[in-house]
T-cell receptor, first 115, second 113 residues
Framework: KAGVTQTPRYLIKTRGQQVTLSCSPI?????VSWYQQTPGQGLQFLFE???????NKGNFPGRFSGRQFSNSRSEMNVSTLELGDSALYLC??????????????FGEGSRLTVL | GQQLNQSPQSMFIQEGEDVSMNCTSS?????WLWYKQEPGEGPVLLIA?????ELTSNGRLTAQFGITRKDSFLNISASIPSDVGIYFC?????????????FGKGTKLSVKP
């Protein structure tokens, strides 16, 4: 069974640009969550999607957005990049959305560097 | 807001030693979990606990859900080099969105052969 796949693995952008990250969940999983991981702040929740609907959103500015497609694949977008957006962006899928048990399956992440 | 206080932040131990780490919160949760993240990888679920007082083992790992529902502990017995990584506690109130899952800041474990 294939795991969670995230692309690209690494990318470098400059301030002011925008970036789109992609996530393919485990087959059959309908819930996709996104987290930002930085050394200082740890793992911070960005948003969760279930069946193409955003179920919950973390405390991030509107520059961070996402969506989910009918095949459960998800994308997140960050516009007008800032230096502080440099981080590892992790996608996680789970079998059940609302009523979550906390049992997430993470991808390897997309490492974003903003110069 | 809710947060999990995880300690210690880092540990440097000798192969064969036992390891203990814990996670506390001022809030009550009905589910506690422990994840491990190795370099270049995403976190992997180690143990999930669903009942206060529950003690669960996974090989050399043992975790407990505190009776107050405000804390959890993870013990690793007879550590080996492949135990190296960052261990995260996480907690959620089952019945809400996955977005209510919060993480501690991690315990970085280094094992000297």
């Amino acid at each position: 069974k294939a795991g969670v796949t995230q692309t690209p693995r690494y990318l470098i952008k400059t301030r002011g640009q925008q970036v789109t990250l992609s996530c393919s969940p485990i087959s059959g999983h309908r819930s996709v969550s996104w987290y930002q991981q930085t050394p200082g702040q740890g793992l911070q929740f960005l948003f969760e999607y279930f069946s193409e609907t955003q179920r919950n959103k973390g405390n991030f500015p509107g520059r961070f957005s996402g969506r989910q497609f009918s095949n459960s694949r998800s994308e997140m977008n960050v516009s007008t990049l800032e230096l502080g957006d440099s981080a590892l962006y992790l996608c996680a899928s789970s079998l059940r959305g609302g009523g979550g048990t906390g049992e997430l399956f993470f991808g390897e992440g997309s490492r974003l560097t903003v110069l | 807001g809710q947060q999990l206080n995880q300690s210690p932040q880092s540990m440097f131990i000798q192969e064969g030693e036992d390891v203990s780490m814990n996670c506390t919160s001022s809030s009550i949760f009905n589910t506690w979990l422990w994840y491990k993240q190795e370099p270049g990888e995403g976190p992997v679920l180690l143990i999930a606990l669903y009942k206060a007082g529950e003690l669960t083992s996974n090989g050399r790992l043992t975790a407990q859900f505190g009776i107050t529902r405000k804390d959890s502990f993870l013990n690793i017995s007879a550590s080996i080099p492949s135990d190296v990584g960052i261990y995260f506690c996480a907690a959620v109130n089952y019945g809400g969105s996955q977005g209510n899952l919060i993480f501690g800041k991690g315990t970085k474990l280094s094992v000297k052969p």
